[in-house]
């Protein structure tokens, strides 16, 4: 399946829905700590994380806001998900940087990665009501994360977006 390329049938089908209930933190993990803890990082990865991605600075992974809570901040020494170091270097990470709570929207189309203009479409859009967007492309969907107070805004926009494209046909 290669999705869709065109790019008024992405705006007009592209059912944004929000991950209602649901707020989520990107973290980061240096390589050298991650290969030191591959076993939680696979955990992590597989079990927790809704997205990942390989930087050169490190591994980044989004996962809901209660992680941090759960696993690190109230977790047990000894804990079996992660290793004290790990558990040590993401404890000092959420002091000492802010970790924004965003909301997660799916565009449910299957648009292709070969697509020209959907992303800056709805960008643009969220941009003009000054709401920030994280765009993650997946194989499917486009995964949208803005700013959890602003995810009800966002969904007007996009809404608002489909719409407008729909008259414009």
């Known amino acids: 399946m290669s999705g869709t390329l065109d790019l008024y049938e992405l705006l007009e089908g592209m059912q944004p829905e929000l991950d209602e209930g649901a707020s989520y933190i990107f973290l980061t993990v240096p390589h050298d700590l991650a290969k030191r803890n591959t076993a939680s990082i696979g955990e992590i990865v597989a079990n927790h994380a809704i997205a990942t991605f390989n930087e050169e600075e490190g591994l980044t992974v989004v996962v809901k806001s209660t992680f941090l809570q759960e696993h690190v901040l109230l977790a047990q020494e000894g804990g079996k998900l992660l290793g004290e170091d790990l558990k040590s270097f993401w404890k000092a990470f959420a002091e000492k940087e802010e970790l924004p709570l965003m909301g997660h929207i799916t565009m449910r189309i299957h648009s292709s990665l070969s697509a020209v203009g959907f992303t800056a479409a709805f960008s643009r859009a969220l941009t ?25 805004k966002a969904m007007t926009v996009l809404t608002a977006l489909t719409k407008k494209s729909n008259k414009a046909q």
């Open 128 to 152: 003009e009501t000054g709401i920030s967007c994280n765009v993650f492309a997946g194989y499917y969907h486009d995964h949208l994360f803005v700013p959890a107070a602003a995810q009800s």
